[in-house]
C-alpha cells in the first residue's frame, strides 16, 4: 500500500537518530522578562486611597523622597512588618510591607489627632 498523502508517501516512517525521538530544548530566553517583572514587583505602589490623601493633602513626593520611602519599606521587610508607619519629615505613611502599597498619607503639621492603629512597626526615614 503505497498511498500518497498531501505529497508524503503513506505510510510513513521518521528518520530518528538511535529509534528514539527526543524533543528539542526550547532556546533559552534572556532572562530580560524576569528582570523586568522582579522591578515591578518590588515598587512601592500607592493604593487609591492614598492616592486622593496625597493630592488632598497636597503632600509632594520627588525623587528622593521616593528613594527614602522605598529605603524604610525595605528595612521594615527586612524585619518581617506587616502593617508599618514610615516617618519621613512631617509626614506620616501607613504601608502594608508585604504588598508594598501606601494605603495612606498625612502631613503632621496641620493634623489634629495623631493617633495610628494596627500598625506593628515603625521605621524613621
Same mark, same amino acid.
Given at each position: 500500500m503505497?498511498d500518497v498523502?498531501?505529497?508524503?508517501k503513506?505510510?510513513f516512517?521518521?528518520l530518528?537518530?538511535?529509534?528514539i525521538?527526543?524533543p528539542k530544548?526550547?532556546? $533559552?530566553k %534572556?532572562?530580560e522578562?524576569g528582570?523586568?517583572? !522582579?522591578?515591578e514587583?518590588?515598587k512601592?505602589?500607592f =493604593?487609591?486611597h492614598?492616592s486622593k490623601?496625597?493630592?488632598a493633602?497636597n503632600i509632594?513626593?520627588?525623587?528622593g $523622597?521616593l %528613594?527614602k520611602?522605598?529605603e524604610?519599606?525595605? !528595612? ?6 506587616r502593617? =508599618? ?5 512631617q509626614t506620616a ?8 502599597t501606601?494605603?495612606t498619607?498625612?502631613?503632621l503639621?496641620?493634623?489634629d489627632?495623631r493617633v ?10
Amino acid at each position: 500500500m503505497n498511498d500518497v498523502i498531501n505529497g508524503v508517501k503513506v505510510p510513513f516512517i521518521p528518520l530518528v537518530q538511535n529509534d528514539i525521538i527526543t524533543p528539542k530544548k526550547p532556546e $533559552s530566553k %534572556s532572562d530580560e522578562f524576569g528582570s523586568i517583572f !522582579k522591578t515591578e514587583l518590588d515598587k512601592l505602589r500607592f =493604593s487609591s486611597h492614598a492616592s486622593k490623601r496625597l493630592e488632598a493633602r497636597n503632600i509632594q513626593l520627588n525623587e528622593g $523622597s521616593l %528613594s527614602k520611602l522605598n529605603e524604610a519599606v525595605e !528595612k521594615a521587610e527586612s524585619k518581617g512588618a506587616r502593617d =508599618s508607619l514610615v516617618m519621613l519629615d512631617q509626614t506620616a505613611f501607613i504601608v502594608n510591607i508585604p504588598n508594598r502599597t501606601v494605603i495612606t498619607a498625612m502631613d503632621l503639621s496641620g493634623q489634629d489627632e495623631r493617633v495610628f492603629t494596627n500598625i506593628d512597626t515603625v521605621v524613621f526615614a
